[in-house]
């Protein structure tokens, strides 16, 4: 059983920063596509970013060249690196697990994860 939590959200001013950290640990699995979501009020989850085993990156149109997925190997840990916030990307932020993926699908499908994290908000205000 997989297991992820997820840290380091807020509330921050529009143009701030913030890192999410999603530790996970219980995963045996050689290939996984880790991913963070997002879902507003009122709105259907999407699909922020993901990263692969092998490294390779995909991101959402809307975040690209603000945000950046990162993981630590060693340290078990998924990051979001969350830089020019706008009031947009206010969500509850999620860290998810797809197994047995040696590329991450594309789009970055919430249907295809399998374990998730219990979220962490994240407030931008104008």
């Known amino acids: 059983q997989v297991q992820l939590v997820e840290s380091g959200g807020g509330s921050v001013q529009a143009e701030g920063s913030l890192r999410l950290s999603c530790a996970t640990s219980?995963?045996?699995?050689?290939?996984?596509?880790m991913g963070w979501f997002r879902q507003a009020p009122g709105k259907e989850r999407e699909g922020v970013a993901s990263?692969?085993?092998?490294?390779?990156?995909s991101y959402a149109d809307s975040v690209k060249g603000r945000f950046t997925i990162s993981k630590d190997n060693a340290k078990n840990t998924l990051y979001l690196q969350m830089n020019s916030l706008k009031p947009e990307d206010t969500a509850m932020y999620y860290c998810a697990v797809a197994p047995g993926w040696v590329r991450c699908p594309v789009p970055i499908d919430p249907r295809r994860y399998d374990y998730w994290g219990q979220g962490t908000q994240v407030t931008v205000s104008s």
């Open positions: 990263i692969a085993s092998d490294g390779r990156l």
């Open positions: 219980g995963s045996r699995y050689s290939y996984v596509c």
